[in-house]
């Protein structure tokens, strides 16, 4: 899944958020729903962030990171 999405899984395991939020700063630059996006965030859209290319990225992220609150 990781390759899938375009993230490196070494980098991943070897838990380098710099180079993690760099790869995911790119997908988000070059995503194609950037318009469903600002929709998302602004509470507009509702259900999960299934249409981001990081969506993964970011669950992941909080499994392994913990979360917000």
């Known amino acids: 899944m990781l390759i899938k999405i375009g993230l490196d899984p070494t980098v991943v395991e070897s838990g380098d958020s710099e180079t993690i939020m760099r790869e995911v700063r790119q997908r988000c630059r070059s995503c194609t729903t950037e318009d469903v996006c600002e929709r998302w965030l602004a509470g507009e859209e ?24």
């Not at 990081?54 to 609150?69: R, Y």
């Open 46 to 69: 509702t259900g999960d962030n299934v249409f981001c290319p990081n969506a993964a990225v970011f669950e992941s992220m909080k499994k392994t990171m913990g979360v917000i609150g």
